[in-house]
């Protein structure tokens, strides 16, 4: 082979590898897009009349999901599976958005931590690196810390909304969160940059809680509930 023919021959494999990122790049608009309108379903519920919506938004957001799986069919059949990492770049930053959306809304449904597997059956996505397209475990982690500061703005609003409740059980969830993190050893930096988020998270729920102790407000819940 030439050293002309040998480059024609690179030329045509890059070509090829570019049509295929484009292809990617495609239906990662897609996702993004589809994202934002869950988003702005789910933070809907930060509204003064909000809470009374979670249902409806919830069911909302779940036919959306039914889209997001869509795509993420359509976008496992533009590569081959054994290169799930070779671009797995184009659509982590969005599988990392939409594992927050299912996290978000599972726990405004049920006040649970959503597992990975359950992230992952929301999606349409494996979990089981090996069965292919699947929630890299980073990912999921990601996930669930972006919906940790959703959560504070929660409790924010709560007080705002008059719920003196829920700013209380948000702070038990998410100090309950920070003590599962703490167990991992996160060497990943953009991870471990994000989990470093958290305390500041933490810190502004106990503040919102404080506040409503000082004020008397946690003490009436207290009494209401019994």
């Not at 990492?85 to 599972?106: D, I, M, N």
């Not at 349409?124 to 810390?145: M, P, S, T």
């Not at 969160?177 to 470093?196: A, E």
Request: glycine letters at 4%; a neutral charge; aromatic letters at 10%.
């Amino acid at each position: 082979m030439s050293v002309t023919e040998m480059f024609s021959y690179i030329q045509g494999f890059l070509s090829a590898d570019q049509d295929v990122r484009e292809d990617i790049r495609k239906v990662v608009q897609n996702l993004e897009q589809t994202a934002r309108e869950i988003l702005t379903v789910l933070q809907s519920v930060h509204q003064p009349t909000g809470f009374k919506e979670i249902p409806s938004k919830c069911a909302r957001a779940r036919e959306l999901f039914c889209t997001v799986k869509a795509h993420l069919s359509e976008l496992k059949r533009k590569f081959p599976m054994e290169q799930y990492y070779r671009f797995h770049e184009h659509w982590r930053f969005v599988l990392q958005r939409l594992t927050f959306l299912a996290a978000f809304a599972v726990y405004l449904e049920s006040e649970a931590l959503v597992t990975r597997e359950e992230a992952a059956q929301i999606l349409g996505i494996e979990v089981v690196r090996e069965k292919g397209f699947h929630l890299d475990i980073e990912d999921y982690l990601a996930g669930v810390l972006i919906m940790a500061s959703e959560l504070s703005r929660l409790a924010v609003n709560s007080v705002t909304a008059g719920d003196y409740t829920r700013p209380i059980r948000i702070s038990n969830f998410i100090n309950e969160l920070d003590s599962g993190f703490r167990l991992l050893n996160l060497k990943n930096d953009p991870l471990r940059k994000r989990y470093d988020g958290l305390k500041y998270d933490v810190k502004k729920i106990e503040e919102v809680v404080y506040d409503l102790s000082i004020r008397g407000l946690s003490k009436e819940t207290d009494s209401e509930a019994k």
